[in-house]
Structure formats: structure tokens, C-alpha cells
């Protein structure tokens, strides 16, 4: 069975400095994909990166960088240069191959992360 | 291109009613899903539709159903409403690529609908 850690329910960090939010996985396929989505009060889930477990490189989208290290089964999301915006729920997600599993995401239970000025 | 829409926005029953909510997905998307998120259970996989077929279903009762129509929007039925039911449902879609072996599909959320059940 699939699962997703997340061990920091909350967060704090200053402005402007960056922030690692920690994710572990576990899962015996061996092609998956993982998913950071962020979750504002307003409740919309945002996608903000992927990485997939045949990517050889970590994936980065702007402030946004995924730190995998595969053999560790872990795929923690730093956010560089922390902006008041960043403020919300971020959740690690996995999904394993389409063909056989859908498009069914397993999710962990989140961290509240609050960027204080 | 428009985001993924649910309506109604925010909802309130009583213990016994039934309920439907409403999914448009984004424009060329052929799959959509459903999750319920809660403070206790967290975010939960509901079911999955593709070409108006229920693809893949999580582990909730048979209150709990759905249908996608021929233009990929979809609809999900709670029936006989408990209060355990308050939560907030996010439907989201993908392009759904047939036969796809790469999980790299993204998911798009909706801003989903908060349901109080009193």
C-alpha cells in the first residue's frame, strides 16, 4: 500500500529565507510520481511541482525546488525566499502508474506553514 | 483556460437529505475526481470517472456516488446525509490520456464545496 509522511504540522519562518517541508514515501511500485500542492484558506488545492521516480534530476519551478533522494524514499520541498503569499497548508501527494491506478492520489496530512514578517 | 469549477460554493443540510454537487473540469480534460478532506481523515480519494465511466472508487459507503456526462463535467450524490459528512469536497481533473503509463498527469483542483451537515 501507498503512504505518505508528513511529519511537521506546522511551520514558522521569516520572511525572505528559505524553508524545507519534509515528506516521506512509501510504495512498491516502481514508476510513481510525486505532487506538492498548496492549500490557501480558501481551500483550492494549487499544484506547484512534480517529480517523477524516473527523473534523474530534482525538479525546480521558480522559488519551488524538490529535494528527492530516492534510495531514502523522501521528496521534501524547499521554498526559497519566503513571501508572506506562502502562508497556507502544503501537502506531498503520490500516485502510482495511470494504467492501473487512475489518477487516485494518496495524500499526507499536511503542513501549516506561516511566513511571519 | 478556465480553471475547474464546483458549484455550489457552500452548502447546509440536515441529517437525512440528500445532496448534489457539481463539477465542470477544465476545457479538453476527460477525467475527473473526487476527493473529501476533513480535519480528522485529512484529504480522501472518493472515486474517479473517465469517459463516463467510474474508473477507480476509494473506500466509502454506497451513499456516496457519482456520474460524469458526454462533455466530461461531473456529479456527485451523498444520499441520506450524516454529520460525519461535513466536509469540504474538491473534485479535480486531468487530461487523462489513454492508456498513459507515466503518473506524470497533474491533477487540477477546483476550489471546492464546503458542506455543513446540521
Known amino acids: 500500500a501507498q503512504k505518505i509522511t508528513q511529519t511537521q504540522p506546522g511551520m514558522f519562518v521569516q520572511e525572505k529565507e528559505a524553508v524545507t517541508l519534509d515528506c516521506t514515501y512509501d510504495?512498491?511500485?516502481?514508476?510513481?510520481?510525486l505532487f506538492w500542492y498548496k492549500q490557501p484558506s480558501s481551500g483550492e488545492m494549487i499544484f506547484l511541482i512534480y517529480q517523477g521516480s524516473y527523473d534523474e534530476q530534482n525538479a525546480t519551478e521558480g522559488r519551488y525546488s524538490l529535494n528527492f533522494q530516492k534510495a531514502r524514499k523522501s521528496a521534501n520541498l524547499v521554498i526559497s525566499a519566503s513571501q508572506l503569499g506562502d502562508s497556507a497548508m502544503y501537502f506531498c501527494a503520490m500516485r502510482g502508474p495511470v494504467y492501473n491506478q487512475g489518477g487516485k492520489l494518496i495524500f499526507g496530512q499536511g503542513t501549516e506553514l506561516s511566513v511571519k514578517p | 483556460k478556465a480553471g475547474v469549477t464546483q458549484t455550489p460554493r457552500y452548502l447546509i443540510k440536515t441529517r437525512g437529505q440528500q445532496v448534489t454537487l457539481s463539477c465542470s473540469p477544465i476545457s479538453g480534460h476527460r477525467s475527473v475526481s473526487w476527493y473529501q478532506q476533513t480535519p480528522g481523515q485529512g484529504l480522501q480519494f472518493l472515486f474517479e470517472y473517465f469517459s463516463e465511466t467510474q474508473r477507480n472508487k476509494g473506500n466509502f459507503p454506497g451513499r456516496f456516488s457519482g456520474r460524469q456526462f458526454s462533455n466530461s463535467r461531473s456529479e456527485m450524490n451523498v444520499s441520506t446525509l450524516e454529520l460525519g459528512d461535513s466536509a469540504l469536497y474538491l473534485c479535480a481533473s486531468r487530461v487523462g490520456l489513454a492508456g498513459a503509463l507515466s503518473p506524470r498527469e497533474t491533477q487540477y483542483f477546483g476550489p471546492g464545496t464546503r458542506l455543513l451537515v446540521l
Open positions: 510504495t512498491s511500485d516502481q514508476s510513481y510520481g
